[in-house]
């Protein structure tokens, strides 16, 4: 089985732009992604895939491996999809560019994870703390009693109108066989997709099941410059 680890990275974000270029303790967000995921025993190749010279230089100065993947592309998946179409891999690994505590033995599980398992798609999540409940930038999953999400959304969910005192949030990382990930690519971006903002929820709608594994790690995604300074700081004080 051939595994390859790929981190799309994009200098235009609605959010926060130049993210990917954003320091973290005088490292660019995209050198923590890239170093944290690069030595993991199960890939076979790890490269970013971006559009933009900025990153691209970035990625180059640092010693790391990079791609120019131009195109008008809907998200990181499709950005992938393009970039793998042509390429001998089995499984794919999408590794956000905000996820800059990301490391290889957490990437490790989750690819043994998804081989173990034979999945079409697999992705990690943790439980949230009580500041991430109510954010609508941290992502949220319910799930079945085997482990395959049922619904991912920016909102509170389940509702908790009982005795509901645990929430679990999603973290930026998806893995995918071959297969899987071309059928993503030939799907048009799905009703609910287009309404969260959410690229993953294109898979449930069309039937596509996704794996969950969790992680105890502490995990701190990127979407705005507060976060920067949560990630900081967690470094600082671990």
């Given at each position: 089985?051939?595994?390859?680890?790929?981190?799309?990275?994009?200098?235009?974000?609605?959010?926060?732009?130049?993210?990917?270029?954003?320091?973290?303790l005088n490292k660019s967000m995209i050198e923590w992604v890239y170093k944290g995921v690069c030595e993991a025993q199960y890939a076979d190749f790890t490269a970013v895939l971006t559009d933009d010279m900025r990153?691209?230089?970035?990625?180059?100065?640092?010693?790391?491996?990079?791609?120019?993947v131009k195109g008008n592309f809907q998200s990181g998946t499709d950005r992938i999809a393009h970039f793998v179409k042509d390429k001998d891999y089995d499984y794919i690994v999408n590794m956000q560019g905000d996820e800059p505590l990301m490391d290889s033995k957490t990437i490790d599980r989750l690819i043994n994870f998804a081989l173990m398992q034979k999945?079409?798609?697999a992705t990690l999540s943790s439980e949230c703390k009580e500041d991430e409940i109510d954010d609508p930038n941290i992502v949220k999953i319910v799930?079945?009693?085997?482990?395959?999400a049922l619904y991912f959304s920016r909102s509170k969910i389940p509702f908790n109108r009982g005795k509901c005192n645990k929430f679990i949030k999603h973290i930026g990382i998806y893995i995918y066989s071959k297969e899987t990930l071309m059928k993503l690519y030939t799907l048009k971006p799905s009703i609910l997709e287009k309404c969260e903002k959410l690229e993953q929820l294109r898979a449930l709608e069309n039937g596509i099941k996704i794996k969950v594994c969790t992680t105890n790690r502490?995990?701190?995604g990127v979407d705005t410059k507060d976060d920067l300074v949560k990630v900081e700081n967690y470094l600082k004080n671990p």
């Open positions: 089985m051939k595994t390859a680890i790929l981190i799309p990275a994009r200098f235009q974000s609605s959010r926060f732009k130049g993210k990917p270029l954003a320091k973290i990153i691209f230089n970035e990625v180059k100065n640092f010693g790391g491996n990079v791609f120019m999945c079409e798609m799930t079945d009693t085997d482990n395959n502490v995990l701190i």
